[in-house]
């Protein structure tokens, strides 16, 4: 994974050339966070440069998603 520069822009031929190698992390199971963090580079600009990529199909939040159930009065 490419360490990228952090808080500069990047040029389109550099984002370009590392877009497949962040995507393929990203569809090989790899958080954003974590791919965020091996790049150098915030969760909004990976973010943002995943959901821009047309491979890529990002997935849903994680966690306890179970709502709570109320106790029935017996």
């Given at each position: 994974?490419?360490?990228?520069?952090?808080?500069?822009r990047l040029?389109?031929?550099v984002?370009?050339r590392?877009?497949?190698?962040?995507a393929a992390?990203?569809?090989d199971g790899?958080?954003?966070?974590i791919i965020?963090a091996?790049?150098g580079?915030s969760?909004g600009?990976?973010?943002r440069l995943?959901s821009?990529?047309?491979?890529?199909?990002?997935r849903?939040?994680?966690?306890?998603?179970?709502?709570?159930t109320?106790k029935?009065a017996?």
């Amino acid at each position: 994974m490419p360490e990228l520069p952090y808080a500069k822009r990047l040029s389109p031929e550099v984002a370009a050339r590392v877009l497949p190698k962040i995507a393929a992390a990203y569809n090989d199971g790899n958080s954003i966070r974590i791919i965020a963090a091996r790049t150098g580079r915030s969760y909004g600009f990976t973010h943002r440069l995943l959901s821009e990529c047309p491979d890529v199909t990002l997935r849903g939040r994680g966690g306890d998603n179970r709502t709570r159930t109320k106790k029935r009065a017996t």
